[in-house]
């Protein structure tokens, strides 16, 4: 998931970036509304972390701008505590609110939360680039998974053999099909390859992964993803 820190303070951005990248979050940065408008033209982002006193053009200014046409996450980021700064925010459209100095460990618990909905009821475009299977929404172009609105890592031939899976739901899947489609490349007794990596992908998305929910194992065939 992408997160686009606007700020005219330079090393606020940067500090913000390091605590989300540290998240595994991708970090993009603008230091006035005007370079953000002109960010999400050429970049795919999931929620922005708005600063309100801007030059050019401010932060509220801004969100009416991008409130026209998209429906991203808005983390309002100001100086002023005020009441009537937060009610204005919220009433023109921000999804919630900070005030600075903020404590790091806050911040990031705001942004995992305001993702989480965003993934979970219903407020990412439906797209069809976009898998799903019970708790588990594979995302083809943006390469992310959430399990039960968490944020899972894999690694790149864990995500095309969950992508092949997820795509063909309730196929089963013999490894020999599994190994030269992930890898394309002929298969030569690929049991104990295929069988590793399923493994962990099973550590991975499964709450008991002796007990799988998803990631099924039909003896002496293959594997196939469970659609719920």
Request: aromatic letters at 6%; proline letters at 5%; hydrophobic letters at 40%.
């Amino acid at each position: 998931m992408t997160v686009l820190v606007v700020d005219d303070d330079k090393e606020i951005c940067d500090s913000i970036g390091i605590y989300l990248k540290n998240e595994g979050l991708t970090v993009l940065s603008a230091y006035d509304g005007v370079q953000a408008l002109e960010m999400l033209e050429e970049n795919t982002v999931h929620l922005i972390l708005l600063d309100i006193m801007m030059p050019r053009l401010d932060g509220i200014g801004a969100m009416v701008k991008i409130r026209q046409d998209r429906n991203i996450p808005i983390i309002l980021i100001s100086a002023k505590s005020e009441d009537t700064d937060k009610i204005l925010g919220l009433n023109m459209g921000a999804d919630d609110y900070i005030t600075k100095p903020f404590n790091p460990l806050e911040l990031i618990a705001r942004v995992r939360s305001v993702l989480r909905r965003y993934v979970t009821l219903g407020d990412m475009p439906k797209q069809e680039n976009v898998l799903k299977t019970g708790g588990l929404i594979l995302n083809t172009v943006d390469k992310t998974l959430t399990v039960d609105g968490e944020y899972v890592k894999l690694t790149p031939i864990e995500f095309r053999i969950l992508e092949l899976l997820m795509e063909n739901q309730n196929r089963v899947f013999p490894i020999d099909e599994i190994y030269e489609r992930v890898w394309n490349e002929p298969s030569f007794a690929p049991e104990n390859t295929v069988a590793v990596h399923i493994r962990r992908i099973r550590e991975k998305i499964e709450i008991n992964p002796k007990e799988p929910k998803y990631l099924k194992v039909v003896w002496g065939i293959g594997y196939k993803i469970e659609k719920i």
